[in-house]
């Protein structure tokens, strides 16, 4: 059995924990996306006890047979299953970092206007600048400058500023790169921590693009991690006897964030986007924190960053998934408007607790925990509007891999809540029920829906308590701690009433075929 998205070959895979056995198996439309092999900085696993999903592990197509399940409630990850929190990781080389080479873009005073979140399409959060300097390997070389270690390797380093930009990602070309190379991204008030990896976890992740997306111009892109300031530095150690002529890479673009993702921003389209204070996504907006009645799956959701395949920065929402093995596999659910391609999932970076530290508050909550080393891409499909990934790397301990129904239950008159990011804020809460089943197109800039019946992929929402936003996109509704759907987007707001928001059916996206991965 096969699934295809726009002609390319899909993979799935399957997952963990059973309430309640059914025997039927649907199979619906749609694409999917093929599980190439392993991931850039794969590391230890990230399976548990069940023998579960490091990157690269499982085998290329779905498991066959149907699902073995069709509800599964939550499980909370333990520390033993955990990732390390990403808030400054120590490097590893010496106190003293190389000299490094200057580069400044001056203030973007011609900087393209910021999109307004428009249902169906992501919310962008920053755009691309050319570095016109670095275009080539030729000029990379040219401007690194190399000093000799005392155990005989060489080190370069370069500083790129990008005036007033709350976050730059370099958007990193390879026409070769040592794999024993160190790549280290750290800014200069603050050298002892940053981000690490290697030429060969940045050489799989540019082959598993190619594989998955084609030979695109995006795909040959690697996407350092954001460092939340206008200037990041790209160091480059090579280990002694690897010459410097076996290094070839070019730096032609950044990412310019001109939202602050520690502090969310407001839409002012006089004065472009302006700061604010944390908790106004809209004044009607429910703060997660004092919704302890959703205390466990509310630890399911993260917030998305990540680049798309037009070299654009964008805000989502996203939800980790349990599996009848579980295994802790980080399976993580969104929508296929987000993110469709491999190279944007493996630009993600999620945002684990992102939320007031109490009922209301205008405190950060500490447990914030941020993963930057991407995701794998299973499964895509526009008909469905949904995407599952798998992190590559495990989620911090006290996250939930939620539980998810997929027996088509959430029907006209069910209640139902979710749990969002709206405009990247601290994590809301929406409660409401659905109204109908459509028939939905997303995508050209919108949401068109048409009255559905039991075959149709859409739920209509409407709100009592809340709304959702630009950056809600991907996120999940719930009907008793369970996934029933993901948002694509809709009408809903503050200050006009009789809005809908149009989610995408899981029970729908379980059947093709999603539910091969989760439930065998």
């Not at 999917?32 to 092999?37: E, L, R, T």
């Not at 924190?289 to 960053?305: D, G, H, P």
């Amino acid at each position: 059995m096969r699934w295809w998205r726009q002609g390319r070959r899909i993979a799935p895979r399957c997952a963990s924990v059973v309430l309640v056995l059914l025997t039927a198996c649907g199979g619906g439309g749609g694409g999917s996306v093929p599980d190439p092999g392993p991931g850039p900085d794969d590391g230890p696993g990230v399976g548990g006890g069940g023998g579960g999903g490091v990157a690269g592990t499982e085998d290329i197509n779905p498991p066959s047979g149907p699902p073995k399940a069709y509800v599964l409630d939550s499980l909370v990850v333990p520390a033993a299953e955990s990732a390390a929190a990403t808030r400054g990781v120590a490097l590893s080389t010496a106190a003293v970092r190389p000299q490094a080479v200057s580069l400044a873009l001056p203030q973007w005073s011609n900087a393209p206007l910021p999109l307004m979140p428009v249902p169906g399409l992501p919310m962008q959060i920053g755009a691309p600048r050319d570095l016109s300097s670095l275009q080539s390997a030729g000029d990379m070389s040219r401007m690194l400058k190399w000093t000799e270690e005392p155990d005989g390797g060489l080190v370069a380093a370069i500083s790129i500023t990008s005036t007033g930009a709350y976050g730059v990602r370099l958007g990193l070309v390879v026409d070769a790169l040592p794999d024993a190379a160190q790549i280290r991204l750290y800014r200069q008030d603050r050298t002892k921590t940053g981000f690490e990896t290697t030429g060969q976890a940045i050489n799989e992740a540019i082959a598993r693009n190619r594989r998955v997306d084609g030979n695109t111009q995006a795909a040959r892109i690697w996407w350092t991690p954001d460092q939340g300031a206008e200037e990041v530095t790209l160091e480059i150690g090579l280990p002694a006897g690897v010459p410097t002529s076996q290094l070839r890479i070019a730096l032609p673009a950044l990412t310019h964030a001109y939202i602050n993702l520690a502090l969310p921003m407001q839409a002012d389209l006089r004065e472009n986007f302006v700061s604010r204070n944390v908790g106004d996504a809209g004044d009607c907006e429910q703060d997660a924190s004092c919704a302890n009645q959703y205390a466990t799956e509310r630890n399911a959701l993260a917030r998305m960053t990540y680049v798309g395949p037009d070299n654009r920065y964008y805000y989502c929402t996203g939800s980790l998934l349990n599996n009848t093995r579980l295994d802790y596999t980080p399976y993580f659910l969104s929508a296929n408007h987000c993110i469709s391609t491999q190279a944007s999932a493996t630009s993600l970076r999620t945002d684990w607790f992102f939320r007031s530290a109490s009922c209301n508050s205008f405190e950060p909550n500490a447990q914030t925990t941020a993963l930057q080393r991407g995701a794998t891409l299973l499964y895509a499909a526009a008909a469905t509007d949904t995407t599952l990934m798998r992190l590559n790397e495990a989620p911090p301990a006290g996250a939930t891999l939620t539980g998810w129904d997929a027996r088509g239950t959430a029907v006209a008159g069910t209640a139902i809540y979710g749990l969002h990011h709206p405009q990247g804020d601290w994590l809301k809460y929406s409660e409401g029920q659905v109204q109908r089943l459509s028939n939905c197109t997303v995508g050209n800039g919108g949401v068109t829906c048409s009255p559905g019946n039991a075959q149709s992929d859409y739920l209509n929402i409407s709100w009592s308590k809340g709304i959702t936003e630009g950056g809600s996109s991907g996120s999940s509704i719930f009907v008793n701690g369970r996934v029933v759907g993901t948002l694509s987007g809709g009408s809903s707001s503050c200050t006009a009433s009789g809005g809908s928001d149009v989610y995408s059916r899981f029970d729908r996206a379980f059947n093709s075929p999603i539910g091969n991965w989760l439930a065998q």
